[in-house]
């Protein structure tokens, strides 16, 4: 499920719907410098298994796969997997870095800044016919408002080409948590502190999603990266690096 590079502290990187850990690649130098950093395969991604079909049970997984005092870098579904797990173990958890993160990626009656119950309705119906097609096209999606579209595009599509496919049952299963979670409810019981890291011009999971987290956390700090879609770890690594480096090293509240 995970592999570890670098020496230190605990620092899990936990990649979204349809690209593996591999996304990750381009931090892992600078971020194993000063971290212990395990780079999360989700079930059915990579050499990982196929898990539950429960996300609540998916979470739980993971942080039972994972060291005590472990910080968790969650992107998109990752980030919604990394808040469930420090909901269900704040004790193991220093730290949240929510990486284009919402509480809830789909539209519901009470809930706007997320995607349309038919978006995620044609990704899944054109996952059993053209799963590579259907990828690219979720890559195109994320990267859509980004300063460095072309090139980011360019980058993911070769990532998703690197590291063998997840199957068609792994990704209905994320499908799925997309269009069904909703954790807003639990929010308020949130005892982790956490930085929220938000692309400026995010497509997928708009600004006011990230801003919804950071007044409903107890203990949340956002930061907006001018220029960047749905990955601005990837638009700005450096930046993003430094970001994650002052939340790490900075005192917990007391």
């Not at 360019?154 to 997840?166: D, E, I, K, S």
């Not at 979670?181 to 005892?191: E, Q």
Request: net charge neutral; charged share 20%; hydrophobic share 45%.
């Amino acid at each position: 499920m995970k592999r570890g590079v670098g020496a230190g502290p605990d620092l899990a990187l936990i990649h979204g719907w349809g690209l593996g850990s591999a996304v990750w690649q381009p931090l892992v130098a600078a971020l194993s410098r000063t971290w212990r950093v395990h780079l999360v395969d989700l079930p059915g991604y990579g050499e990982s298994s196929g898990g539950s079909e429960d996300f609540t049970q998916a979470a739980r997984d993971l942080i039972d796969a994972l060291p005590d005092s472990v910080t968790l870098c969650g992107w998109s579904l990752g980030a919604m997997l990394a808040m469930r797990a420090a909901l269900l173990a704040p004790q193991r958890v220093a730290g949240l870095l929510l990486v284009g993160a919402t509480a809830s990626f789909t539209q519901r009656g009470d809930w706007y800044p997320a995607q349309a119950p038919p978006v995620l309705d044609s990704f899944s119906d054109s996952l059993g016919r053209q799963p590579e097609q259907t990828l690219q096209r979720f890559v195109a999606l994320l990267c859509q408002g980004d300063q460095h579209a072309r090139t980011l595009t360019r980058t993911l599509l070769a990532c998703l080409r690197g590291q063998p496919a997840p199957a068609g049952e792994t990704l209905r299963r994320g499908l799925d948590w997309l269009r069904e979670v909703d954790l807003r409810p639990l929010l308020p019981t949130m005892t982790t502190r956490c930085l929220l890291i938000h692309g400026e011009h995010d497509r997928l999971n708009p600004v006011a999603a990230a801003q919804y987290l950071a007044t409903t956390l107890p203990d949340a700090r956002l930061a907006i990266v001018a220029g960047a879609g749905h990955a601005p770890f990837l638009t700005d690594p450096e930046g993003f690096v430094r970001l994650l480096e002052a939340f790490c090293h900075a005192r917990p509240a007391t």
